[in-house]
């Protein structure tokens, strides 16, 4: 894998809030005897990118990811976003300002590959590009249409990397050709991250519920590297059961 210009310094912030709507207490909710949050943060660390903290409103987090060995930044409980939840978080962890890119990997996705992290950095080789993310190529027919899959709208610039022109919950573009799923998880320039928490919510973002639609709109570029595999976020009881069955099949080598 090529290495980044500069040798810039990443750290791994991982956002995890107790309180969720439809699945309460999700970071800790049980997979295969762990709490989910610690799957996670594993997979995380098996990347080998950088330090992982994992940034949380909860002392019950904290205490599974200490106990297991790893670091925990506690943050205020009423924040909107994971992006203003990491940013509070690099204050505590990262006073010195020692670390200059940080990837934003989200608490309730424990099926992730620790690859798609590492690939996450790549566009930020290209000193114009502000935020890097990824995408997948959708490739079953009722994820084209479904509002739950976002989609990212790109120019291709070269193959399997992209520059983000915009974010839908429709299906776009339309005509032929194929469509990507956008996953989110992030690679910010430390400066560009400061820029973004600073910013107000813009029109596009509230009408389409998707938060990186105010940096595209404030004018900064984000890039995306095609991966093969979509990590499963876990947002309800059905998705908890379906994540305790893929890592049943990822232990015993089956395919899912």
């Given at each position: 894998?090529?290495?980044?210009?500069?040798?810039?310094?990443?750290?791994?912030?991982?956002?995890?809030?107790?309180a969720a709507t439809r699945l309460p207490n999700k970071p800790l909710a049980d997979i295969h005897g762990e709490p989910m949050i610690l799957h996670v943060w594993r997979r995380a660390v098996e990347a080998g990118?950088?330090?992982?903290?994992?940034?949380?409103?909860?002392?019950?987090?904290?205490?599974?990811?200490?106990?297991?060995?790893?670091?925990?930044?506690?943050?205020?409980?009423?924040?909107?976003?994971?992006?203003?939840?990491?940013?509070?978080?690099?204050?505590?962890?990262?006073?010195?300002?020692?670390?200059?890119?940080?990837?934003?990997?989200?608490?309730?996705?424990?099926?992730?590959?620790?690859?798609?992290?590492?690939?996450?950095?790549?566009?930020?080789?290209?000193?114009?590009?502000?935020?890097?993310?990824?995408?997948?190529?959708?490739?079953?027919?009722?994820?084209?249409?479904?509002?739950?899959?976002?989609?990212?709208?790109?120019?291709?610039?070269?193959?399997?990397?992209f520059r983000c022109l915009y974010f839908t919950r429709a299906t776009a573009p339309t005509g032929p050709g194929p469509l990507y799923h956008h996953i989110g998880l992030y690679a910010y320039r430390r400066a560009?991250?400061?820029?973004?928490?600073?910013?107000?919510?813009?029109?596009?973002?509230?009408?389409?519920?998707?938060?990186?639609?105010?940096?595209?709109?404030?004018?900064?570029?984000?890039?995306?590297?095609?991966?093969?595999?979509?990590?499963?976020?876990?947002?309800?009881?059905?998705?908890?059961?379906?994540?305790?069955?893929?890592?049943?099949?990822?232990?015993?080598?089956?395919?899912?």
């Open positions: 894998m090529p290495t980044l210009r500069n040798h810039p310094r990443p750290l791994v912030l991982v956002p995890a809030r107790l990118v950088g330090p992982v903290v994992v940034a949380t409103d909860s002392e019950e987090v904290r205490d599974v990811i200490v106990a297991a060995g790893g670091q925990a930044a506690m943050t205020r409980a009423d924040h909107a976003s994971g992006s203003d939840r990491i940013h509070e978080a690099l204050g505590v962890v990262d006073p010195d300002r020692d670390f200059d890119v940080i990837v934003n990997v989200q608490g309730d996705l424990p099926t992730l590959d620790p690859a798609v992290v590492r690939a996450s950095l790549l566009p930020l080789q290209d000193p114009e590009v502000d935020i890097a993310t990824l995408v997948a190529e959708i490739v079953r027919d009722e994820e084209k249409t479904a509002p739950s899959v976002v989609k990212m709208v790109g120019a291709e610039i070269a193959p399997g990397r560009a991250l400061e820029r973004f928490v600073k910013l107000p919510p813009s029109p596009l973002e509230m009408r389409e519920k998707l938060e990186q639609l105010r940096a595209l709109e404030a004018g900064m570029r984000i890039d995306a590297v095609k991966v093969d595999t979509v990590p499963l976020g876990v947002d309800t009881p059905e998705d908890l059961e379906r994540a305790r069955t893929l890592l049943i099949h990822a232990a015993e080598g089956v395919p899912s």
